[in-house]
């Protein structure tokens, strides 16, 4: 997980401070598939290829990991890439009819 550290008003019964505290640093992730932008994330900003990979199994996108031959994150972290194999069956109705048909 990633925090920083900002500047906050902690009020209590006693009284009033202003301090640094930690919080959870909320990141932006475009998923791309196939050349097609389909969704926004926020995020924690770790392990964002297995964020992906799981949203794109939750959706029904993909049955399997063999159904992914590349997924590639750019420079920034706020993109990744995902190309599927020619396993990959879309066939069913999931995300990506759902948003390119």
């Known amino acids: 997980m990633s925090l920083d550290k900002i500047p906050v008003l902690r009020i209590t019964e006693e009284k009033r401070r202003e301090i640094r505290d930690a919080v959870v640093?909320?990141?932006?992730?475009?998923?791309?598939?196939?050349?097609?932008?389909?969704?926004?994330?926020?995020?924690?900003?770790?392990?964002?290829?297995?964020?992906?990979?799981?949203?794109?199994?939750?959706?029904?996108?993909?049955?399997?990991?063999?159904?992914i031959s590349k997924a590639v994150l750019n420079k920034n972290k706020t993109v990744i890439e995902v190309t599927t194999s020619e396993h990959a069956d879309f066939t069913k109705k999931n995300l990506f009819n759902r948003y390119l048909a």
């Open 25 to 67: 640093t909320e990141h932006s992730l475009k998923i791309r598939l196939n050349g097609h932008e389909i969704i926004t994330l926020l995020c924690s900003p770790s392990k964002l290829e297995y964020l992906a990979a799981g949203f794109l199994y939750s959706e029904g996108t993909i049955n399997c990991k063999k159904d």
